[in-house]
Structure formats: C-alpha cells, structure tokens
T-cell receptor, first 116, second 110 residues
Framework: GAGVSQSPSNKVTEKGKDVELRCDPI?????LYWYRQSLGQGLEFLIY????????KSGLPSDRFSAERTGGSVSTLTIQRTQQEDSAVYLC??????????????FGEGSRLTVL | GESVGLHLPTLSVQEGDNSIINCAYS??????FIWYKQESGKGPQFIID?????DKRQGQRVTVLLNKTVKHLSLQIAATQPGDSAVYFC?????????FGTGTSLTVIP
C-alpha cells in the first residue's frame, strides 16, 4: 500500500477482554515498530521487528502484551486481559533498513484503544 | 531507555514569525535524528532528519541544527503558518532503536 495501515482505528473494550491491533507496513520495509502514546504524552517504545531476526521486546510493559509479525509483513499486537491503563493510541511504524542504516520511520494513523 | 527531552512544552507564535523548537538528547552514541509533526488525531509525520556527521540541514521552510557537543537539536520553521500548528517530536536513534521526547505543542496565532 501507499502508507502504513492500521486497524481498527478505534476500539472500545471492557476491562478483562483481549484485543488485537493490526498493522500493515509499507511494502518492502523490513523494520516494523510498535509504540504507545497516552493522552498528551510522547511515544513509548513497545516492540521492534527487523527482518527474520528475533524481535526486540524490551519495551513491552507486561506479559499481557505480545506481538507477532507473519511473513515479514503484517504485524498483530495483542493485549490480553486489558486494563484501564492500557487505554492509549497504539502507533505502528515501518522503516526501510538497508546497509546498516536506519531510515526514517513512517507511521500509521494509530489505533485508539479505550478500556472501560 | 534513553531520555530525550524538550526545553519548551508549549510555544505560541504569530503567523509569519519564525519558530524554534528545542530538544535535548542524552545518548552521545545517537547518530540519527528526526523531527516529526503530529496533528490532532493523526500519526506523526516526518519533517526532516539529520545524521551526526552534519550540523545543519535545510528543507522547505525548515532547518534542523545539531550540536553534538551539548547534545542539542533544534527545529527552525520559517514564516510560520496556521497549518504548522501541531505537536512536534524529536527522535534520536543509535542503531535500530528510536527514542522520542514528550513533544512541544506549537500554536500559530493568525
């Protein structure tokens, strides 16, 4: 596609439910990032995928959070047993990583999660 | 993680004036820096980037300055327009990881 696509754009769920957020990166981009942005805050790193390498999960806040990237393209971020503090905008970004140089991050529009 | 901070959380400027948004970073190993603009309800958009082998880079109406000695980054916007009103983030990168500051909210007064 022309840009990074995320779905759903908005998700309202009840506390304790599981949610899945999807990201379609720009075709050919080998690097994919998930960030979380709480209201009026900066971007908090969650997880990073690069090609076939093991993902960098160092930013995941708890074991309720997990992510996978299938076929080196689409990624799904899963939050189990959601809590109210999980309410935020979840942003996905992709990057063309070539020759050891990281290129700019291209962001999607985000998925706004509200946990009631 | 690394800390990236902004000196001014809010900035108001008159339309037509120049804007300067500042950012401090802490990792001396960071070698790539990006400025992003985020409008309400949207994802961050790339504005301009600079690598550590440069100290200045210019784009259309924007200039980024990098001072590695004091680990300081700034974004200058010339002839600020109402459409420039947004939150601006700086990001630093060392290797594959990017760290973002909390952002500066720029308001352009018509």
């Amino acid at each position: 596609g022309a840009g990074v696509s995320q779905s759903p754009s908005n998700k309202v769920t009840e506390k304790g439910k599981d949610v899945e957020l999807r990201c379609d990166p720009i075709s050919g981009h080998t690097a994919l990032y998930w960030y979380r942005q709480s209201l009026g805050q900066g971007l908090e790193f969650l997880i990073y995928f690069q090609g076939n390498s093991a993902p960098d999960k160092s930013g995941l806040p708890s074991d309720r959070f997990s992510a996978e990237r299938t076929g080196g393209s689409v990624s799904t971020l899963t939050i189990q047993r959601t809590q109210q503090e999980d309410s935020a905008v979840y942003l996905c970004a992709s990057s063309l990583f070539a020759g050891g140089d990281t290129g700019e991050l291209f962001f999607g529009e985000g998925s706004r999660l509200t946990v009631l | 993680g690394e800390s990236v901070g902004l000196h001014l959380p809010t900035l108001s400027v008159q339309e037509g004036d120049n804007s300067i948004i500042n950012c401090a970073y802490s990792n001396s190993a960071s070698d790539y820096f990006i400025w992003y603009k985020q409008e309400s309800g949207k994802g961050p958009q790339f504005i301009i980037d600079i690598r550590s082998n440069m100290d200045k880079r210019q784009g259309q109406r924007v200039t980024v300055l990098l001072n590695k000695t004091v680990k300081h980054l700034s974004l200058q916007i010339a002839a600020t327009q109402p459409g420039d009103s947004a939150v601006y983030f700086c990001a630093e990168s060392a290797g594959n990881q990017f760290y973002f500051g909390t952002g500066t909210s720029l308001t352009v007064i018509p």
